[in-house]
């Protein structure tokens, strides 16, 4: 199992990486914001809470529309080829979890880079479990899109997810942080697990490591992710009509 | 090389696609799978291949017990869909590779073995092209190659000659005859074409609202003068071409 989601993790790398315009333009909507909205939010805020809002609004858009990939690999037979080698399931999806984790990993330190310039200043041990958090995250949020994009009519997958992860990015507090909400919206969007991660991750950002916030974070983290692989393990497990 | 029993698959809308199906196939054999669209072909070949799993009945495919051990039919089968399986925008090296790895090859034996298959299927020098830019001829070959880089003993071919011209569908039988000549490969074969089944198999079987209604070679089948299409059409009550009248939920 190991050699078959390396040989598959390698070769989706490599068609990934084939596309490296591909991977800039996956992180295009973050990059506008700190670029566009980043300098008004610094009139008021930190780069440091910004900035962790955006890497979010990236893991939500690059690994959460993961699926797209094995949308095409379904309409082009390969998905229905590779399921009649002896590959395991959990090979044939983790292969590609773990390549969209690559490439979300890619964007952020992009994402970062830009961030820099324009003002950010984390510790190197912040952005160190800030970066772990996010790979862990993407993992699940990959795995999910998957499970969602196998499970839905597939021409609907576009239109759900790209309606679905706006609310979830707003509602978690990544442009603005949920203390500036009103007290509805601020109940609201304790049901996003994303909040807890995002407030984490803006913890971790700003030096603070042995926080509450962290620590809650980190759990709901865990718990999504144990969450997500299941699911995903599910879907690809059944069959595929 | 295939033995089921009571084979059947019913959808989860209800739509019953496969009703007890029972197939009988001794290696080295070239058998022919005939029946309408929706008739229950591609379902057939689809539990047969592990990628449904029945809702009764028992199979062994290759030796395995298609629901104990899909792993181990897997190994020993190879599988060209109707549509084929290449994505458009990687160049067909890189997917044979990752194709012959997921078997077990070495990199070292996987290039090795694509040299002699592609060879086979006159697909030498092609390999480093984009699927886009082949022929539908060169496309179905290639399709067929990635089905046979782990040399299966049992190859399925989900109408393999759908959509090509004359000259590259007589090409596509010789090679599956020179599969059975010269490694005594069972090919199991769905087609609507019954030119097809005629030039090219043993035996056919005839499959009609997911139940098989006839089976035998050719030659025995065309009793009184009859041409193959005469047959279906007395057994069927429909040309082979014809949609089904039934309703299966989904093309099966």
Request: glycine residues 10%.
């Amino acid at each position: 199992m190991p050699r078959e989601t390396w040989v598959l993790f390698r070769h989706g790398l490599s068609v990934t990486l084939r596309q490296k315009v591909g991977i800039a333009f996956g992180a295009i909507q973050p990059l506008l914001f700190l670029v566009l909205f980043g300098p008004i939010f610094a009139t008021f805020g930190t780069w440091e809470t910004l900035v962790p809002g955006l890497i979010l609004q990236l893991g939500l858009l690059s690994t959460g529309m993961a699926g797209f990939g094995v949308v095409f690999d379904k309409r082009m037979g390969v998905l229905e080829r590779l399921r009649v080698t002896p590959a395991g399931r959990l090979a044939l999806l983790l292969g590609r979890v773990l390549n969209n984790v690559v490439t979300l990993v890619l964007q952020t330190a992009l994402l970062l880079a830009v961030a820099f310039a324009f003002g950010l200043r984390a510790p190197a041990a912040g952005l160190a479990a800030g970066f772990v958090l996010v790979v862990v995250l993407g993992a699940s949020l990959a795995a999910l899109s998957y499970a969602i994009a196998l499970t839905i009519d597939e021409n609907l997958f576009a239109p759900v997810m790209s309606t679905a992860v706006m609310p979830l990015i707003l509602l978690s507090g990544a442009l603005l942080p949920m203390s500036m909400a009103p007290g509805w919206l601020d109940g609201l969007s304790y049901l996003s697990p994303f909040r807890y991660v995002l407030e984490a991750l803006r913890d971790l950002f700003a030096g603070r490591y042995a926080t509450g916030t962290v620590a809650v974070g980190v759990a709901v983290t865990v718990v999504f992710t144990a969450i997500s692989l299941t699911i995903g393990t599910r879907v690809f497990n059944r069959e595929q009509e | 090389m295939i033995n089921t029993m009571g084979l059947s698959k019913t959808f989860k809308g209800g739509a019953e696609a496969v009703r007890g199906v029972d197939i009988c196939v001794e290696q080295g054999e070239i058998v022919g799978f005939l029946g309408q669209n929706g008739a229950g072909k591609t379902t057939t070949m689809r539990l047969l291949t592990t990628l449904l799993r029945p809702t009764a009945g028992t199979a062994t495919v290759a030796g395995h017990d298609l629901i104990g051990a899909p792993k181990e039919v897997r190994r020993r089968i190879g599988y060209v869909a109707q549509s084929g399986a290449m994505p458009p925008v990687s160049p067909v090296k890189g997917e044979l590779e990752l194709q012959g790895m997921l078997y077990g090859l070495s990199r070292r034996e996987v290039a090795a073995r694509a040299e002699e298959v592609l060879a086979r299927m006159e697909l030498t020098g092609l390999e480093t092209a984009f699927p886009a830019a082949l022929s539908g001829g060169q496309r179905r070959r290639f399709d067929i190659a990635f089905a046979l880089l782990h040399d299966p003993a049992l190859l399925f071919l989900d109408e393999p000659t759908t959509g090509l011209d004359p000259g590259s569908r007589a090409n596509l039988w010789d090679l599956i005859r020179s599969l059975r000549a010269d490694q005594g490969m069972t090919v199991f074969l769905s087609t609507h074409y019954l030119d097809e089944a005629d030039a090219l198999c043993d035996r056919v079987l005839i499959i009609d609202h997911g139940r098989i209604v006839a089976e035998g070679a050719p030659a025995a089948l065309k009793t009184g003068g009859r041409t193959l299409d005469d047959v279906f059409l007395d057994i069927t009550g429909r040309s082979p071409r014809e949609q089904s009248d039934v309703p299966t939920g989904k093309e099966a």
